[in-house]
């Protein structure tokens, strides 16, 4: 039998280190906020002949917005984030861009102010607060009859704000690099994230709740190894399973759903890893209170 909960200690160093890497980019790059948690104005265009992002970016900055983003959609489109417009100032780039790359058509433009921008953002923050202290008591309500029930919920909530600081690092790298926004679709995202990993989390936690029914063994690491690696198959095999899926989206839907589709993959790949590598070896060590050994797992023995 595979001994999963005997390398605890280097699953969790592990990590540590992808939090720690996910925390720098956060502090270097920082996220940049789409138009609906900063206000601004998103102009959606298609032009009669094919141009390039360059193009459009250049053309842009002639016209006095040197600071806007340009983005491909894919298809063909352009998404070009600026400040507020006003009905004059967007004839006039319309009317600059005419001009310079030739007929265009306008397929969407959304305008969000200051406050609406500010409301979006304090009512994102409070799902994801609200979601993370409901997952908590649930847990625990549904493990009271185990020795020190919210043990297990804090388990489940630290896995769960481990994959949403790393998502939130690879957003920041793609921020960075691509110029890449976060919008509602992040936060749908995130919320997503958090349920499955949570879900991941409790299946493996109820078939520990069987198992320590059963006596299965005495030695609690043992007993969570046993149970850990009968869930492996069917955590695995469910993750492979979200993942086609949203490899298809991204293939054949494209660019609208770009944020949401990259989230959720790399939130569905750190969530699967993060229920068998974190939740479940944290409950052992918290268990065996071996706080002490977490930054010596090469000296750690099981």
């Not at 102009?43 to 040197?66: I, M």
């Not at 400040?83 to 780039?93: F, G, I, Q, R, V």
């Not at 908590?136 to 994959?163: E, K, Q, T």
Request: hydrophobic share 55%; net charge neutral; aromatic share 8%.
């Amino acid at each position: 039998m595979l001994d999963i909960i005997g390398k605890r200690f280097w699953f969790l160093l592990i990590s540590g280190v992808m939090v720690v890497l996910g925390i720098i980019s956060l502090s270097v790059f920082g996220l940049k906020a789409g138009i609906e948690f900063s206000s601004g104005s998103l102009l959606t265009v298609g032009f009669e002949r094919e141009v390039q992002v360059v193009e459009v970016k250049e053309v842009v900055a002639d016209l006095g917005y040197s600071n806007a983003i340009v983005q491909s959609t894919g298809g063909g489109d352009f998404l070009i984030r600026l400040p507020e417009l006003t009905d004059e100032t967007k004839t006039a780039l319309e009317a600059g861009l005419t001009a310079r790359l030739g007929a265009l058509e306008v397929k969407g433009f959304d305008l969000v102010s200051p406050m609406i921008a500010s409301e979006t953002a304090h009512n994102a923050a409070i799902a994801v607060a609200v979601a993370a202290i409901g997952m908590l008591l649930y847990i625990s309500w549904a493990f009271h009859r185990m020795p020190n029930p919210l043990r297990w919920g804090a388990c489940a909530i630290i896995c769960m704000l481990h994959d949403v600081v790393i998502v939130a690092g690879v957003f920041a790298v793609l921020g960075g690099a691509l110029g890449w926004q976060i919008d509602m679709m992040f936060i749908t995202g995130v919320l997503t994230v958090i349920g499955y990993s949570v879900n991941d989390t409790i299946v493996i936690f109820d078939r520990i709740r069987e198992n320590l029914k059963k006596g299965i063994s005495p030695d609690f690491a043992v007993m969570v190894n046993h149970s850990l690696v009968e869930t492996l198959t069917r955590s695995i095999i469910t993750g492979l399973g979200v993942f086609f899926v949203l490899i298809a989206l991204l293939l054949f839907v494209g660019a609208s759903l770009q944020t949401l589709i990259t989230v959720l993959l790399v939130g569905i790949y750190i969530g699967t890893y993060s229920t068998i590598g974190v939740a479940v070896p944290l409950l052992v060590v918290w268990e065996r209170k071996e706080w002490g050994r977490l930054l010596h797992p090469a000296r750690a023995s099981k």
